[in-house]
């Protein structure tokens, strides 16, 4: 999970230095796959403000990657699994979002932003797995 | 008070079948009691012990199962609100603004920063009649998606030529990241298409975002007439090549690097503010090129070709977009 973090945190990172530099991502641009059209849609930014959602993004990794690390340290508390599965969660409500306007509202995909989606996915999946470890023990 | 408590205890103990002493010969001589009991002969009342719900492999296969079912709902949504083929989205939404920017903003700008002595569009010497399939003046547009002053070309002909007709399918488009004023933000026309009762306007997006080596069109191949009408009038060959109407030709407009940094929505929001330097960019040279296409078409639409922003393009030009 920290090496899934830690990956998202570099996606994330990319993904916001590309947004401030006003560069474009390397991508794939046909009918269907266009990440520029979504990164610079106005559902890249956080509600109401300039603020490119790969920056929450990023605290999102940030803690995930923490939590992570805490359970790798030693004895780790109950309360960690737990938690740790509800923050994947709550991520992953926010990932149907952000499908959603990409393929409802732009109706275009942005590779990128589908490998972090993975990644929420994939870390949501590793919590569960935790959940079970922790019952087991 | 005691002996009472007793009986309930023996009695629920009865009822359990737990009675703490052996039932049965064998289970007196194993010494196993109860449990011994359970294992032949199992109680009524055991009960197998409840199955965690984290465990196996459920909650793996929920999440998967949640996810591709949102993720089917969400296409069959977008499915049916486009009537089954793909919507630009914002991109329809910043190409709105680009060709619905007010009139009160065209007059405004005028002729935004342009000065006689670097005009971007001139009469050829030799002028001829160009006319489109529907036998109405044509404007010829030559370029490619690589290209920065296309790039910010495309945003002036997109303001000029809504005033004539309606565009539709065009997308979003960044010039090239390795060219220079890389990654221009703008759109393109190779699939667009548009329609007027004015003029005919012709797109040609050569080539695409990433710049052929060998210098052959690798996007849209243009005809034989075309490229005889580019060696004619633009000797050197280079892009944006724009004839408009056969009597004027068009070059750069204006600094790509004015757009960089900006997002087309940005850029497109902005035109609504006449203050702005790309603004002043878009719909001064947008006026311009509206004039001349107006001295093709004879003055029409009146309503355009009359405004003062027009005229005082014309005036710069010195022609009369009026007639």
Redesign the interface.
């Known amino acids: 999970m920290v090496l899934v973090s830690a990956i998202g945190l570099g996606l994330s990172i990319y993904l916001t230095t590309v947004h401030y530099d006003g560069q474009t991502l390397a991508c794939t641009v046909s009918t269907y796959v266009n990440c520029n059209a979504v990164t610079h849609s106005a559902q890249s930014l956080v509600l109401g403000t300039q603020v490119p959602i790969t920056v929450p993004g990023m605290f999102w990794f940030l803690v995930s990657g923490g939590l992570s690390a805490w359970a790798l340290l030693g004895r780790e508390p109950r309360w960690l699994a737990p938690v740790q599965l509800v923050w994947s969660v709550i991520a992953l409500l926010f990932v149907f979002y952000l499908v959603y306007t990409e393929v409802a509202v732009i109706h275009q995909i942005c590779e990128w932003c589908t490998a972090v989606h993975l990644l929420i996915l994939a870390t949501l999946l590793l919590s569960v797995r935790r959940m079970q470890t922790r019952e087991d023990a | 008070m005691a002996p009472k408590r007793s009986q309930s205890r023996q009695k629920a103990l009865r009822q359990s079948g737990a009675t703490g002493r052996p039932r049965t010969p064998e289970a007196a001589t194993t010494g196993g009691g109860a449990s011994t009991q359970a294992r032949r002969q199992p109680s009524r009342s055991y009960r197998k012990p409840k199955r965690?719900f984290?465990?196996g492999p459920y909650?793996?296969a929920g999440?998967i199962g949640v996810?591709v079912i949102?993720?089917l709902v969400?296409?069959i949504?977008?499915h049916v609100?486009?009537g089954g083929t793909?919507?630009?989205?914002?991109?329809s939404q910043a190409v709105s603004k680009v060709t619905s920017v007010p009139e009160s903003v065209f007059n405004d700008v005028g002729t935004g920063s342009l000065n006689s002595s670097q005009l971007p569009i001139s009469a050829v010497k030799t002028p001829t009649t160009l006319t489109g399939s529907g036998g109405k003046p044509e404007v010829l547009y030559m370029g490619g998606e690589y290209c920065p002053y296309c790039a910010a070309d495309r945003w002036v002909m997109l303001s000029a030529l809504s005033r004539f007709g309606t565009f539709s399918g065009v997308?979003?488009?960044?010039s090239s990241?390795t060219d220079v004023y890389?990654?221009t933000?703008t759109f393109t026309f190779a699939n667009a298409s548009f329609s007027s009762p004015y003029v005919d306007f012709v797109m040609v997006e050569m080539y695409s975002?990433t710049e052929p080596t060998n210098g052959q069109p690798n996007l849209q191949q243009p005809t034989a007439e075309q490229q005889q009408l580019m060696s004619t009038y633009d000797s050197g060959g280079g892009i944006p090549f724009l004839l408009i109407g056969g009597k004027f030709v068009g070059s750069t407009p204006y600094s790509p690097a004015d757009l960089?940094?900006?997002?087309?929505?940005q850029i497109a929001s902005n035109l609504s503010d006449s203050s702005q330097q790309t603004t002043q960019d878009i719909i001064g040279n947008a006026n311009l090129l509206t004039a001349t296409i107006c001295s093709v078409t004879n003055g029409s639409p009146s309503t355009v070709c009359q405004s003062p922003g027009v005229q005082k393009a014309g005036q710069l030009l010195g022609i009369n977009p009026s007639s």
């Open positions: 965690s984290w465990r909650p793996y999440i996810v949102v993720v969400v296409v949504i977008s609100n486009s793909p919507n630009p989205g914002n991109v997308k979003y488009m960044f990241s890389p990654n933000p975002r960089a940094g900006k997002t087309q929505q």
